[in-house]
């Protein structure tokens, strides 16, 4: 991991009407690093995490990615941003009419004229990175536990070799045991392929089994970033609450 910065966030306001979620918000994210993004419910987590891959606009502030400023990026430019980064949905978001290997194809249709021969070998490629066998590649998503549409929503958002990496809550439904596989998937690909990693999660055992850093929101911006165990000593109830509260010390096995 080093100090370089791949997203800047400045002075980040993002309302919904007259409702304001975030206000003054600051964040840097290194690259290399896996960073938890975590906070009370309705903070805006996950409009966060929106703002910054352009799904919601900024009201206010400035959003830099790998060096360019997102509000000043034509489409064509943004295109080939986006490619830098895959996203996984909170709720997987994978096609119901499409095949897992058909789900995985469609950023590569989208960005790539691979012929289709090479298109099926590269999707089955990244569903077995994701953890998956063969036989799920002709699977709709309704074939699927909840685990296994986590895993191929992760192979979609692998699909581009990207960069970055945003998951939403990955572990949110799951069940301890594929919890804690999952986890465990996180950080071998980060490590393996050199990601960033911006997950947005509420989940303690994802933060101890995964995160370099945990970037926490409330009050409409960061209220602090810092390892787990910089952050156990950070004076707020909430983050008191969180990390030395029951769970807390459950997953530090105290």
Excluded at 19 to 26: A, F, N
Aim: hydrophobic share 40%; with cysteine; glycine share 10%.
């Amino acid at each position: 991991m080093t100090d370089d910065i791949i997203i800047r966030i400045r002075d980040l306001k993002t309302a919904y009407g007259s409702h304001t979620v975030h206000e003054h918000l600051d964040l840097d994210i290194r690259r290399g690093e896996i960073i938890g993004v975590i906070g009370p419910s309705g903070c805006g987590k996950s409009v966060l995490l929106r703002a910054i891959t352009g799904l919601k606009e900024m009201a206010a502030g400035s959003i830099e990615v790998f060096g360019r400023r997102l509000e000043t990026l034509d489409e064509h430019e943004r295109s080939d941003l986006e490619q830098r980064w895959g996203v996984m949905f909170q709720d997987g978001a994978l096609f119901s009419n499409l095949t897992v290997r058909e789900n995985v194809e469609v950023p590569i249709k989208e960005h790539t004229e691979i012929a289709p021969m090479l298109r099926h070998e590269l999707a089955d490629m990244k569903i077995r990175m994701a953890g998956l066998g063969a036989d799920a590649s002709p699977k709709y998503p309704s074939d699927l536990s909840g685990g296994m549409r986590k895993r191929a929503a992760l192979a979609r958002a692998l699909a581009l070799d990207p960069e970055l990496l945003f998951l939403d809550e990955p572990t949110a439904g799951l069940d301890p045991i594929t919890a804690e596989g999952f986890d465990a998937l996180i950080r071998s690909l980060q490590q393996a392929l050199g990601l960033t990693v911006f997950l947005v999660t509420h989940d303690v055992d994802t933060l101890y089994a995964t995160c370099d850093r945990i970037a926490v929101l409330g009050e409409k911006h960061v209220l602090a970033v810092g390892t787990i165990d910089e952050l156990r000593a950070f004076d707020h109830p909430w983050v008191q609450d969180y990390f030395c509260g029951p769970r807390g010390r459950a997953a530090t096995g105290h």
